[in-house]
């Protein structure tokens, strides 16, 4: 059985048909252009460099082709890249799909629509309650497509919906521990905060930030929405500026992307189950790669650090 291209350990030969994810052109010190080339299957992504890259090169492996190619494993400061022998696109009698090479989230949408739902009928305030379910069924088909970031974490098919509800599971128990927390406020800044990422990133394939995405951000894309849905069902009072400022201030700080700290309990809360999934999720899928007694690559959303797996 082939391995995946994850599976492979450094040093050894890869020779797989991948999807290309990013494709940027860039200009050597010997004045050369190269293209860095971000290639994946369903295991996991790996950089590739393509030295003396054409123009017809440029063309020919864009994001979302496919491409077969062989190579090496090989670690250079730290990460695994691919030292690239061959690669040439697919040709036409080659029947893949992209579906083949996308890692996807390990619920099905149907399992995490099931959970978020019920989180929302636990809800005891009507307004919060009306407000999140009427920006989820709004947003609901893309939502459980998304990734939740282009890199770092959950950056695969349904990740978002996937950090969604490892989060409202880990703010359950929270507030089973610390029964003062308002589990409606709770559980609304969770479903809530990174929605506006279906409008801020471009899809699940290849995902890039869109025009919208850069210039306003997801933060603010998702504070607009909610006051906008709080006009179209008839809703005021303090439950919609405390919705916001969840959103607003779940980065946690202004240098992390967030306009204001956060200024209530359950948004400090909401903040740090934010961080919490996300580091756990890249430690996870970093450590899975590694033998015990190994260390990982140096993880840079973790300031660069590489992980050992311990033997015991």
């Known amino acids: 059985m082939?391995?995946?291209?994850?599976?492979?350990?450094?040093?050894?030969?890869v020779?797989?048909?991948?999807?290309?994810k990013s494709s940027t052109k860039s200009i050597a010190s010997n004045g050369k252009p190269f293209l860095t080339l971000i290639l994946q299957d369903s295991s996991g992504e790996i950089e590739a460099k393509l030295w003396d890259a054409s123009d017809q090169d440029e063309k020919n492996y864009q994001a979302e082709r496919i491409v077969k190619v062989v190579g090496d494993i090989h670690n250079y400061r730290g990460r695994n890249q691919l030292k690239?022998?061959?690669?040439?696109p697919i040709a036409p009698t080659e029947n893949y799909r992209i579906a083949d090479f996308l890692?996807?989230?390990?619920?099905?949408?149907?399992?995490?629509?099931?959970?978020?739902?019920?989180?929302?009928?636990?809800?005891?305030n009507s307004h919060i309650q009306r407000i999140t379910r009427h920006l989820l069924k709004k947003y609901q088909s893309v939502f459980f497509e998304y990734p939740a970031a282009t890199k770092n974490h959950h950056e695969y098919v349904s990740g978002l919906a996937y950090h969604v509800v490892s989060m409202l599971d880990l703010a359950k128990s929270i507030a089973q521990l610390y029964?003062?927390?308002?589990?409606?406020?709770?559980?609304?800044?969770?479903?809530?905060?990174?929605?506006?990422?279906?409008?801020?990133?471009?899809?699940?394939?290849?995902?890039?930030?869109?025009?919208?995405?850069?210039?306003?951000?997801?933060i603010t894309i998702m504070v607009n929405e909610i006051g906008k849905a709080a006009d179209e069902l008839g809703i005021t009072g303090e439950e919609v500026v405390i919705?916001?400022?969840?959103?607003?201030?779940?980065h946690g700080k202004q240098e992390w992307g967030s306009p204001?700290?956060?200024?209530i309990k359950e948004a400090e809360i909401l903040h740090y189950i934010d961080n919490l999934d996300a580091k756990m999720n890249m430690l996870d899928r970093a450590l899975q790669h590694v033998k015990p007694g190994e260390y990982t690559e140096r993880i840079f959303a973790l300031d660069n650090r590489s992980f050992y797996k311990p033997t015991i």
Do not use: C, W
């Open 103 to 124: 890692e996807t989230a390990p619920l099905s949408q149907e399992e995490m629509a099931e959970k978020i739902t019920r989180y929302i009928f636990e809800m005891k």
């Open 179 to 218: 029964p003062s927390l308002n589990r409606d406020l709770l559980y609304a800044g969770v479903i809530l905060h990174d929605l506006g990422k279906v409008i801020e990133l471009s899809g699940p394939i290849s995902t890039s930030y869109t025009v919208v995405g850069n210039l306003l951000g997801h």
């Open 243 to 250: 919705l916001q400022h969840l959103v607003l201030s779940h």
């Open 15 to 20: 020779e797989l048909y991948l999807l290309i």
């Open 260 to 263: 204001k700290p956060p200024l």
């Open 84 to 88: 690239l022998r061959q690669i040439r």
């Open 2 to 13: 082939t391995k995946a291209l994850l599976e492979h350990e450094i040093g050894e030969q």
